[in-house]
């Protein structure tokens, strides 16, 4: 049985304001394209199709378009509901999906009830478990603790259960949406802790066939059996040296039987770049990355002007930028606002941000700022005036 193992697709989320639905239409359009060339049996997205619980209608549009065309294809389907998705929202009308061969595992009470698939060495127990909230079911399942540990200990223990029902030579399959250890987290990522507790080990997974995980968004083997596939996209400047794709993993009659990362399609390449402004600018080095999404950091030792302004001549995309003065020296100590006019505190923030003092242009236009955020802008004057004097 060969199985594509893809998660953390995020659905209607965007990258510093900018729109990416577009780079997750690929990413579906190469899925169901991988599918068909691979010969997948079985599609497995482990939780956070949706960035948040209730998704705009664009991303609900593109989720049913996905489900929609891999119904209509040769692989079976099994999805389980991360920290970012509704479960309730997600699982909705999942009976009736289940006939069209997309199976919605979004409740926590029935993690041990499989998906059964066959092949021509037996069968297959495809379990899914959503992301499971500590708190929630803590009460329900008895749980001995307040943690993700004990959560995910019950529902392995709820499979395991199954499984010694099952006829001899049955292999396993589980998905899981948590940070277990080994895993290197992302800035994109939504912390989960508990109590300051969210890792659970890999031993939870012990004798599991394959263990597709979901959450971090950087791919990983933690073990031969227990991987992440990492989302298909980048959500983040962090995730810039990550390879974005897809698990393909074959299953034999002894269970794993191979392994194989399948890159998706990139829209538009993250870079972060870092030295003066002028170097930036004029710097050969960086012809690569005029078309890419750019985090720059200067190291200007006077904070530019206009410097985003000024960097988008040459990359159009840059989106964040960040200062960092050669040298590293520590910011000038916070001036004091004590007896000062409004206008006064003004002009010293200019000069403590940026290490220059405001122009005479940018000092008029502050106090014309200033009076119009005033109720009484007489009033504002004649109390600076008398400040001031």
Same mark, same amino acid.
């Given at each position: 049985m060969r199985i594509l193992h893809t998660s953390d697709w995020h659905l209607g989320r965007s990258f510093h304001g900018e729109d990416l639905l577009a780079a997750q239409r690929a990413y579906v359009d190469h899925l169901i394209e991988t599918v068909e060339v691979e010969q997948v049996d079985l599609v497995v997205v482990s939780g956070d199709v949706y960035d948040r619980a209730l998704p705009p209608v664009d991303a609900v549009a593109l989720a049913d378009e996905a489900f929609t065309r891999l119904a209509s294809s040769r692989a079976r389907v099994v999805v389980t509901s991360g920290n970012h998705d509704s479960a309730r929202r997600l699982g909705f009308s999942s009976r009736l999906v289940d006939e069209a061969g997309v199976h919605l595992r979004t409740d926590a009470g029935r993690v041990g009830e499989p998906v059964l698939l066959e092949d021509e060495h037996g069968t297959v127990a495809v379990y899914g478990i959503p992301f499971l909230e500590p708190d929630v079911l803590r009460h329900a399942w008895d749980l001995p603790k307040r943690s993700h540990h004990a959560a995910l200990a019950e529902a392995m223990r709820r499979i395991r259960a199954d499984l010694a029902r099952r006829p001899v030579g049955t292999r396993s399959v589980v998905m899981a949406h948590a940070f277990v250890a080994g895993g290197l987290p992302s800035e994109s990522e939504r912390d989960i802790a508990v109590g300051g507790i969210s890792v659970v080990p890999t031993e939870l997974f012990d004798g599991i066939d394959y263990t597709a995980l979901g959450h971090l968004h950087g791919r990983a083997t933690l073990t031969e059996s227990v991987r992440y596939?990492?989302?298909?996209?980048?959500?983040?400047?962090?995730?810039?040296?990550?390879?974005?794709?897809?698990?393909?993993?074959?299953?034999?009659?002894?269970?794993?039987?191979? @392994?194989r990362f399948v890159e998706a399609p990139v829209s538009r390449p993250l870079a972060c770049l870092e030295g003066t402004l002028d170097d930036?600018?004029?710097?050969?080095?960086?012809?690569?990355?005029?078309?890419?999404?750019?985090?720059?950091?200067?190291?200007?030792?006077?904070?530019?002007?206009?410097?985003?302004?000024?960097?988008?001549?040459?990359?159009?995309?840059?989106?964040?930028?960040?200062?960092?003065?050669?040298?590293?020296?520590?910011?000038?100590?916070?001036?004091?606002?004590?007896?000062? @006019?409004?206008?006064?505190?003004?002009?010293?923030?200019?000069?403590?941000?940026?290490?220059?003092?405001?122009?005479?242009?940018?000092?008029?236009?502050?106090?014309?700022?200033?009076?119009?955020? @005033?109720?009484?802008?007489?009033?504002?004057?004649?109390?600076?005036?008398?400040?001031?004097?």
């Amino acid at each position: 049985m060969r199985i594509l193992h893809t998660s953390d697709w995020h659905l209607g989320r965007s990258f510093h304001g900018e729109d990416l639905l577009a780079a997750q239409r690929a990413y579906v359009d190469h899925l169901i394209e991988t599918v068909e060339v691979e010969q997948v049996d079985l599609v497995v997205v482990s939780g956070d199709v949706y960035d948040r619980a209730l998704p705009p209608v664009d991303a609900v549009a593109l989720a049913d378009e996905a489900f929609t065309r891999l119904a209509s294809s040769r692989a079976r389907v099994v999805v389980t509901s991360g920290n970012h998705d509704s479960a309730r929202r997600l699982g909705f009308s999942s009976r009736l999906v289940d006939e069209a061969g997309v199976h919605l595992r979004t409740d926590a009470g029935r993690v041990g009830e499989p998906v059964l698939l066959e092949d021509e060495h037996g069968t297959v127990a495809v379990y899914g478990i959503p992301f499971l909230e500590p708190d929630v079911l803590r009460h329900a399942w008895d749980l001995p603790k307040r943690s993700h540990h004990a959560a995910l200990a019950e529902a392995m223990r709820r499979i395991r259960a199954d499984l010694a029902r099952r006829p001899v030579g049955t292999r396993s399959v589980v998905m899981a949406h948590a940070f277990v250890a080994g895993g290197l987290p992302s800035e994109s990522e939504r912390d989960i802790a508990v109590g300051g507790i969210s890792v659970v080990p890999t031993e939870l997974f012990d004798g599991i066939d394959y263990t597709a995980l979901g959450h971090l968004h950087g791919r990983a083997t933690l073990t031969e059996s227990v991987r992440y596939s990492g989302s298909p996209v980048a959500y983040s400047f962090s995730e810039a040296g990550h390879l974005k794709g897809s698990w393909l993993v074959d299953l034999g009659a002894e269970g794993l039987a191979g @392994s194989r990362f399948v890159e998706a399609p990139v829209s538009r390449p993250l870079a972060c770049l870092e030295g003066t402004l002028d170097d930036l600018l004029t710097d050969r080095r960086h012809e690569a990355h005029e078309d890419s999404w750019v985090q720059a950091t200067l190291t200007d030792a006077v904070r530019p002007a206009r410097a985003m302004e000024q960097l988008r001549t040459r990359f159009p995309h840059a989106l964040a930028l960040r200062f960092t003065p050669v040298g590293g020296e520590t910011p000038p100590t916070r001036p004091s606002t004590s007896g000062k @006019s409004a206008h006064a505190i003004a002009l010293d923030f200019v000069r403590h941000v940026r290490g220059t003092p405001a122009s005479v242009e940018e000092s008029d236009l502050m106090r014309t700022a200033l009076e119009c955020c @005033s109720e009484d802008p007489d009033l504002v004057s004649a109390r600076d005036a008398v400040v001031s004097g």
